[in-house]
């Protein structure tokens, strides 16, 4: 096999898929993992991991099968554990995501299973992820009525670059956020940590209540709204990927990477489209190592998470809130059209969307358990009147 230098299209497409993915979310990240109980230091080592975890399957499986597979961090599993309000300790939040990788590898390796969860109404899974990400949102704009500069200011940049470079939208408005920081003398002083790389392992403590409520939601929003429109978009830019294979070994990255902190890697689809085109690489049979450069990239982040992580630290929480929100806009809106795309689906699609953005807890359990619990039986009580109804027609 003759290896060529990739051309600088393929270099400056997986640099701008790198942006994105890890400028636009991070935020986020830092957010949900300080809120399952994790420290300045853990939470760098759970980036750290989550990006050795993305660039060393990444660049395994796109060697391997000769074909652009790009991962990324589960950004809806960040903002359902973002969401939580359990306060569970850390080390029960490691078996959360050691959970979450196991079921991925069993949905992986076991073909049958897959092909169940497929069959897993679109619409229900989408309604909870929208229900999940819907507190973020509103509580961007909870916050004119305390900080209305702020809102107004990223709000109008966020929507004029969304119009005129959408790619970059998300790290435009992070970049106005910090520099209006900045600006206002409001950035707090840098937390004391390392400044390269570290992993922390944590001893998994399993808590029932807490895999139940989060590990299974996490699992479910990760493989319906991460790995299978990752495949998708694979599949459109004319490869066979083999899904069992990808979906085993991102949950195995994960299991690996789970007592570091992190919570979860996964096959990318927003940023795997900027990878898999024609402009990265005008060769199908070479534009694998569009992805081999995306690893790369990642493997430097890693090198300075912690540094980055006590960076989006010192912002103040109403900036951190205001990004985070604006990042989980496309991801809703998405959420809402597929959850409400089947006229068939939409009752059962809105009692899931409703239970889980009420934030309802009942028994230990939060809201994205609840929804899926509202949902499904919603679902059923509708099949049965329609199969009762049928004779009569």
């Known amino acids: 096999m003759t290896l060529s230098f990739p051309p600088l299209p393929s270099w400056s497409a997986a640099l701008v898929a790198t942006f994105v993915g890890f400028g636009g979310t991070i935020a986020l990240v830092v957010q949900a993992l300080r809120a399952m109980g994790a420290t300045v230091d853990q939470t760098g080592s759970a980036v750290t991991a989550l990006c050795l975890g993305i660039a060393f399957a990444g660049a395994a499986l796109s060697f391997r099968h000769r074909m652009p597979v790009v991962l990324a961090w589960s950004t809806p599993g ?20 050691v959970t979450a990788a196991v079921m991925m590898i069993i949905v992986g390796v076991t073909p049958a299973l897959g092909r169940l969860i497929a069959r897993i109404p679109a619409a229900i899974a989408s309604a909870m992820l929208a229900g999940v990400l819907l507190p973020f949102c509103l509580a961007l704009f909870r916050l004119g009525s305390t900080d209305p500069v702020l809102v107004a200011s990223l709000v109008v940049v966020f929507l004029a670059a969304r119009r005129l470079i959408p790619l970059y939208a998300l790290i435009v408005v992070l970049a106005l956020a910090i520099g209006f920081t900045l600006v206002r003398g409001d950035m707090a002083q840098l937390a004391a940590g390392p400044t390269f790389g570290t992993l922390l392992p944590i001893a998994p403590q399993p808590d029932i209540a807490s895999i139940i409520s989060l590990g299974i939601p996490l699992f479910m929003v990760t493989l319906v709204s991460q790995n299978l429109p990752g495949l998708v978009v694979l599949r459109s830019a004319g490869y066979q990927p083999p899904a069992g294979t990808l979906i085993a070994t991102t949950g195995l990255a994960s299991l690996i990477a789970a007592p570091f902190g992190a919570h979860g890697v996964n096959i990318a689809a927003i940023t795997a489209s900027l990878c898999t085109s024609a402009e990265a690489h005008p060769d199908p049979a070479r534009r694998w190592q569009v992805a081999m450069i995306y690893a790369g990239f990642y493997l430097a982040l890693a ?8 960076l989006f630290l010192a912002l103040p929480p109403p900036v951190i809130a ?9 991801p809703l809106i998405g959420a809402l059209e597929n ?18 953005g009420s934030g309802v807890v009942l028994f230990g359990l939060g809201s994205a358990f609840w929804g899926l619990i509202a949902g499904a039986v919603a679902l059923g009580l509708k099949r049965l009147f329609e199969k009762r109804a049928a004779p009569a027609n």
């Open 339 to 356: 959850a409400m795309s089947d006229p068939r689906d939409r009752d059962p699609a809105i009692v899931t969307f409703l239970a889980t």
């Open 322 to 330: 205001s990004v985070t929100g604006l990042a989980l806009i496309p």
């Open 78 to 97: 960040a903002a359902l554990l973002a969401a939580t309000s359990t306060g569970i300790s850390w080390p029960a939040a490691i078996a959360v995501f």
């Open 303 to 310: 090198l300075f998470s912690p540094a980055l992580v006590r």
